[in-house]
């Protein structure tokens, strides 16, 4: 749960981070591109000062706490509905929010005439049917990742989203880490020389499972373990760091193939819950993307690949290729072959050094105190940018102004994921469907 006892609001670090990358780089040139920053310039926030949006939330779950949190801490943000089908988690958040109103049917709170905005935090299944659903009653929306459950579902709603005025946001929340940012903005001009592969992985060891109060409430509660409710580790896990690769190549992959079974919990699940994937880009690049729950030694990386140097996203560090071993193994070998210093090698051992990860030095991509997601709580870690997506959110609820590029940041990654799931299940190479490229897409 969110306990940000070191500052009052969400927004003021990435603010002034923004201000200072738009020092140093020309503001134009980093929201050129990364355009959904555009509410986080001083001057965006001089527009909402002393409004409020109002905001309700749908999905009072374990995320829908976690965003009632945040929000508190969003000086722009009223809460004045909360909604939930299950009376415990309803109750919980009533208990935050007691001057909230309560409903148990969504469709009843999109009547209210003083609600700006949205705030989805329900299973996988219902996204679709809440974000259409929400942008017909003419409310601005934010719904949790991943766009939705299917590849239509995903197109009905950005051709709902071409159509409509209101704003809609995906919580893509590495879209506003500033550990994301920044390496992002050093992997665009150049740092790690051109990207060569997207390594990803997100381990934990845990079930997935809650406990439940009565059998027929399984389904309900354990929706991530069935087909019907969840798209798996690809939807629940997958969706934030294709995104990644794609933000960080400026592509999207073609086509995917990989294999997915349940490995070891054995407990009536559907779900997979070891995937392993690759992706292809048209330009030959890979993603190799692997997920287990059932044993977290690597716990969670984004790393994007270079030909001068290796970025760890999730950890907020590089390594560059030429710094400690200047030449590459082989190459020292045959230098020292050639120097005929080869006699002098001592049997127990090589005397070139190993083309390893041991011997890279870190780097931080921020100066200062930064936090790391480790990957593995369920619900959210502080300062991942869920904060701060939320908060330009809402700033878009008094404003108007729509997020550029999430929507469709969200679109990509989800149908990725989808197309992953797709080509387990198939056991072969799938390509990505002509029908479901947007122009947004680059292959
Ligand atoms: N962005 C992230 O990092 C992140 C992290 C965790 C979860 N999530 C996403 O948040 C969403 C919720 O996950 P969660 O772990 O909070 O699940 P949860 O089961 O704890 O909460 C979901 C809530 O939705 C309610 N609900 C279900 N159907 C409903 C309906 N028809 N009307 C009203 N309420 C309904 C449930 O009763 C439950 O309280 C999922 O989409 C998940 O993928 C995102």
């Given at each position: ?8 609001t ?9 201000k200072d990358?738009?020092?140093?780089t ?14 986080f310039?001083?001057?965006a926030?001089?527009?909402?000062k ?9 999905g009072t779950g374990?995320?829908g706490l976690y ?9 722009h ?24 109103r309560t ?9 209210a005439k ?6 989805i ?20 929306v ?7 459950d299917?590849?239509?579902a ?23 880490d ?7 903005q ?8 051109e990207?060569?592969g997207?390594?990803m992985h997100w381990f934990?060891?845990?079930?997935w ?6 059998p027929?409430l399984?389904r309900?509660?354990n929706?991530r373990l069935?087909w ?11 969706s934030?760091?294709?995104?990644v690769?794609?933000?960080a190549t400026?592509l999207n992959?073609q086509?995917v193939?990989?294999?997915g079974?349940?490995v ?9 819950d070891?995937?392993?994937l690759?992706?292809r880009?048209s330009n ?6 692997e ?14 690949l270079g ?5 760890h996203?999730?950890s907020g560090?590089y390594?560059m ?5 200047g ?9 020292q072959i ?8 001592p049997a127990a051992?090589?005397?070139w050094?190993?083309?390893t990860r ?5 780097h931080?991509i921020?100066?200062g105190?930064?936090d790391?997601?480790?990957g593995?709580?369920?619900?959210g870690v502080?300062?991942?940018g ?7 959110f809402?700033?878009a609820c008094?404003?108007?102004e729509?997020g550029?590029d999430i929507v469709?940041e ?14 387990m299940?198939?056991r072969r190479?799938?390509?990505?469907p002509?029908e479901?490229k947007?122009?947004?897409?680059k292959?």
């Amino acid at each position: 749960m969110s306990n940000k006892n070191n500052k009052n609001t969400v927004d003021l670090s990435l603010r002034q981070f923004i201000k200072d990358l738009g020092c140093v780089t020309g503001g134009a040139a980093l929201l050129g591109t990364m355009p959904w920053l555009q509410s986080f310039t001083p001057a965006a926030a001089e527009e909402i000062k002393k409004e409020k949006a109002r905001v309700a939330l749908i999905g009072t779950g374990s995320r829908g706490l976690y965003h009632i949190h945040n929000l508190f801490l969003i000086p722009h943000a009223e809460i004045v509905a909360l909604c939930d089908d299950y009376a415990p988690n309803l109750k919980a958040a009533a208990e935050l929010v007691p001057k909230a109103r309560t409903y148990t049917d969504y469709r009843k709170l999109l009547e209210a005439k003083d609600i700006d905005g949205v705030i989805i935090s329900s299973p996988l299944n219902w996204h679709a049917p809440m974000v259409l659903d929400s942008l017909a009653a003419g409310k601005h929306v934010f719904c949790e990742k991943a766009m939705a459950d299917s590849f239509q579902a995903c197109k009905d709603i950005y051709d709902a989203y071409q159509e409509t005025d209101k704003v809609l946001y995906f919580c893509m929340q590495r879209m506003f880490d500033e550990k994301y940012i920044k390496g992002m903005q050093m992997i665009h001009s150049g740092l790690i020389g051109e990207v060569v592969g997207c390594r990803m992985h997100w381990f934990r060891n845990h079930n997935w499972r809650r406990p439940v109060p009565s059998p027929e409430l399984e389904r309900k509660i354990n929706w991530r373990l069935y087909w019907e409710s969840s798209q798996g580790l690809m939807t629940e896990l997958a969706s934030h760091q294709l995104e990644v690769c794609n933000w960080a190549t400026g592509l999207n992959p073609q086509s995917v193939m990989g294999m997915g079974d349940i490995v070891y919990w054995k407990d009536g699940r559907e779900v997979y819950d070891s995937v392993s994937l690759v992706y292809r880009y048209s330009n030959h690049v890979k993603i190799t993307y692997e997920s287990l729950i059932s044993n977290k030694f690597n716990g969670m990386e984004d790393e994007i690949l270079g030909k001068e140097g290796t970025m760890h996203l999730a950890s907020g560090v590089y390594y560059m290729e030429d710094e400690k071993i200047g030449k590459s193994g082989i190459e020292q070998l045959l230098n020292q072959i050639g120097n005929k210093v080869f006699t002098a090698i001592p049997a127990a051992g090589p005397s070139w050094r190993p083309e390893t990860r041991k011997e890279y030095q870190a780097h931080n991509i921020l100066k200062g105190k930064f936090d790391v997601n480790d990957g593995f709580s369920m619900i959210g870690v502080d300062n991942d940018g869920s904060d701060a997506i939320l908060d330009a959110f809402c700033q878009a609820c008094i404003t108007g102004e729509k997020g550029k590029d999430i929507v469709e940041e969200a679109y990509s990654a989800t149908t990725q994921c989808l197309l992953g799931n797709q080509a387990m299940a198939e056991r072969r190479e799938i390509f990505f469907p002509e029908e479901y490229k947007i122009p947004y897409m680059k292959f």
